[in-house]
Protein backbone atom coordinates (compact mmCIF):
# COMPACT_ATOMS: atom_id res chain seq x y z
CA UNK A 1 0.00 0.00 0.00
CA UNK A 2 1.10 3.55 -1.01
CA UNK A 3 0.93 6.59 1.30
CA UNK A 4 0.85 9.78 0.07
CA UNK A 5 1.99 12.64 2.24
CA UNK A 6 1.13 16.47 1.83
CA UNK A 7 2.99 18.18 5.16
CA UNK A 8 2.22 21.77 3.63
CA UNK A 9 -2.15 20.70 3.91
CA UNK A 10 -1.70 18.00 6.67
CA UNK A 11 -2.67 15.72 3.98
CA UNK A 12 -2.71 11.72 3.75
CA UNK A 13 -4.03 9.78 0.52
CA UNK A 14 -3.60 5.96 1.47
CA UNK A 15 -4.26 4.02 -1.63
CA UNK A 16 -6.50 1.57 -0.03
CA UNK A 17 -9.14 4.53 -0.03
CA UNK A 18 -10.49 3.43 3.24
CA UNK A 19 -10.70 6.83 4.86
CA UNK A 20 -12.68 8.07 1.57
CA UNK A 21 -14.98 5.27 2.03
CA UNK A 22 -15.31 5.01 5.59
CA UNK A 23 -14.26 7.82 7.30
CA UNK A 24 -12.24 5.62 9.16
CA UNK A 25 -7.93 6.34 9.26
CA UNK A 26 -6.33 3.37 7.94
CA UNK A 27 -3.66 1.29 9.82
CA UNK A 28 -1.32 2.30 6.86
CA UNK A 29 -1.56 6.43 7.61
CA UNK A 30 -1.57 5.98 11.30
CA UNK A 31 1.90 3.76 10.87
CA UNK A 32 3.13 6.86 8.63
CA UNK A 33 2.21 9.60 10.95
CA UNK A 34 3.80 7.61 13.91
CA UNK A 35 6.90 6.98 11.70
CA UNK A 36 6.94 11.07 10.93
CA UNK A 37 6.65 11.59 14.87
CA UNK A 38 3.14 13.45 14.55
CA UNK A 39 1.89 14.32 17.59
CA UNK A 40 -1.57 15.12 16.91
CA UNK A 41 -3.81 13.69 14.11
CA UNK A 42 -5.15 17.06 11.89
CA UNK A 43 -8.56 18.27 12.57
CA UNK A 44 -9.96 17.22 9.16
CA UNK A 45 -9.45 13.12 10.55
CA UNK A 46 -10.91 14.19 13.79
CA UNK A 47 -15.10 13.84 12.99
CA UNK A 48 -17.57 14.57 16.09
CA UNK A 49 -18.64 10.82 16.45
CA UNK A 50 -14.84 10.22 17.67
CA UNK A 51 -14.96 13.30 19.75
CA UNK A 52 -15.65 13.75 23.25
CA UNK A 53 -18.43 16.31 22.35
CA UNK A 54 -20.85 14.79 19.75
CA UNK A 55 -24.00 17.07 20.87
CA UNK A 56 -24.99 17.66 16.77
CA UNK A 57 -25.59 21.08 16.11
CA UNK A 58 -29.38 21.13 15.78
CA UNK A 59 -29.71 19.49 18.73
CA UNK A 60 -27.25 22.03 20.80
CA UNK A 61 -29.97 24.71 19.18
CA UNK A 62 -32.57 22.76 20.90
CA UNK A 63 -31.36 22.39 24.33
CA UNK A 64 -30.58 26.10 24.36
CA UNK A 65 -34.16 26.88 24.04
CA UNK A 66 -33.75 28.61 20.66
CA UNK A 67 -36.24 26.76 18.49
CA UNK A 68 -38.68 29.70 18.07
CA UNK A 69 -36.40 31.33 15.34
CA UNK A 70 -37.44 33.64 12.31
CA UNK A 71 -36.58 31.68 9.51
CA UNK A 72 -33.03 31.89 8.44
CA UNK A 73 -31.68 32.61 11.65
CA UNK A 74 -31.53 28.69 12.27
CA UNK A 75 -28.37 28.38 9.75
CA UNK A 76 -26.87 30.74 11.12
CA UNK A 77 -27.02 29.49 14.60
CA UNK A 78 -25.36 26.33 13.11
CA UNK A 79 -23.04 28.06 11.27
CA UNK A 80 -21.65 30.23 14.34
CA UNK A 81 -21.65 26.98 16.68
CA UNK A 82 -19.43 25.24 13.83
CA UNK A 83 -16.99 28.28 13.55
CA UNK A 84 -16.38 28.23 17.67
CA UNK A 85 -16.07 24.56 17.55
CA UNK A 86 -13.68 24.57 15.14
CA UNK A 87 -11.46 27.65 16.74
CA UNK A 88 -11.40 25.59 20.08
CA UNK A 89 -10.16 23.01 17.98
CA UNK A 90 -7.38 24.76 16.70
CA UNK A 91 -6.18 26.40 19.94
CA UNK A 92 -6.85 23.32 21.86
CA UNK A 93 -3.60 22.35 23.29
CA UNK A 94 -2.43 26.79 23.64
CA UNK A 95 -3.06 27.92 26.60
CA UNK A 96 -2.20 31.74 25.74
CA UNK A 97 -4.44 31.10 23.14
CA UNK A 98 -7.58 29.47 24.21
CA UNK A 99 -7.61 32.75 27.33
CA UNK A 100 -7.11 34.97 24.85
CA UNK A 101 -10.24 32.95 23.25
CA UNK A 102 -12.18 33.38 26.07
CA UNK A 103 -11.34 36.61 26.93
CA UNK A 104 -12.39 38.00 23.56
CA UNK A 105 -15.89 35.35 23.66
CA UNK A 106 -16.39 37.09 27.41
CA UNK A 107 -16.00 41.08 25.52
CA UNK A 108 -18.52 39.69 22.78
CA UNK A 109 -20.94 38.48 25.43
CA UNK A 110 -21.02 41.40 27.36
CA UNK A 111 -21.47 44.04 24.48
CA UNK A 112 -24.55 41.51 23.54
CA UNK A 113 -26.04 41.78 26.73
CA UNK A 114 -25.43 45.52 27.00
CA UNK A 115 -27.26 46.13 23.69
CA UNK A 116 -29.90 43.00 23.66
CA UNK A 117 -31.39 42.87 19.83
CA UNK A 118 -35.34 43.52 19.53
CA UNK A 119 -37.80 40.93 20.32
CA UNK A 120 -39.85 39.64 17.61
CA UNK A 121 -42.92 39.03 19.06
CA UNK A 122 -45.63 36.34 17.12
CA UNK A 123 -48.69 35.10 18.36
CA UNK A 124 -49.77 31.70 18.54
CA UNK A 125 -51.34 31.57 15.49
CA UNK A 126 -48.18 33.01 13.62
CA UNK A 127 -45.91 30.71 15.48
CA UNK A 128 -48.37 27.40 14.34
CA UNK A 129 -48.16 29.16 10.52
CA UNK A 130 -44.73 28.78 10.61
CA UNK A 131 -44.25 25.80 12.05
CA UNK A 132 -47.11 23.87 9.75
CA UNK A 133 -46.01 26.17 6.78
CA UNK A 134 -49.62 26.93 5.66
CA UNK A 135 -51.18 30.27 7.07
CA UNK A 136 -54.87 29.02 7.70
CA UNK A 137 -55.88 25.81 8.56
CA UNK A 138 -58.98 24.43 6.61
CA UNK A 139 -62.03 23.47 9.02
CA UNK A 140 -64.69 21.96 6.54
CA UNK A 141 -68.44 21.95 8.12
CA UNK A 142 -69.73 18.55 8.94
CA UNK A 143 -73.76 18.14 8.47
CA UNK A 144 -75.44 15.40 10.47
CA UNK A 145 -77.63 13.33 7.72
CA UNK A 146 -81.39 13.35 7.56
CA UNK A 147 -82.23 10.27 6.86
CA UNK A 148 -80.78 7.08 8.62
CA UNK A 149 -80.57 4.42 6.67
CA UNK A 150 -79.60 0.70 7.35
CA UNK A 151 -75.59 0.86 6.59
CA UNK A 152 -75.43 -0.01 2.89
CA UNK A 153 -78.97 -1.72 2.12
CA UNK A 154 -81.17 -0.26 -0.47
CA UNK A 155 -84.05 -0.83 1.35
CA UNK A 156 -85.27 -0.41 4.87
CA UNK A 157 -86.03 -4.21 5.45
CA UNK A 158 -83.44 -5.96 7.08
CA UNK A 159 -82.59 -9.85 6.20
CA UNK A 160 -82.66 -12.32 8.78
CA UNK A 161 -79.98 -14.53 9.50
Known amino acids: MGVKVFPNEETYKCSCLIFEQYEILCMHILC???SNFVKNIPSKYMLR???KIIIRPDELIKTHGIVDNIRGCERMIQDAY??????INVIRHDVEAMTQFLQW???????VESNPPKKYN???NQKLDSMIGVSKLYVPTI??????SYKGWATKTRVKS
Open 32 to 34: VMK
Open 122 to 124: RTK
Open 82 to 87: SIVREC
Open 49 to 51: RWQ
Open 143 to 148: KNPKDI
Open 105 to 111: KKEILTK
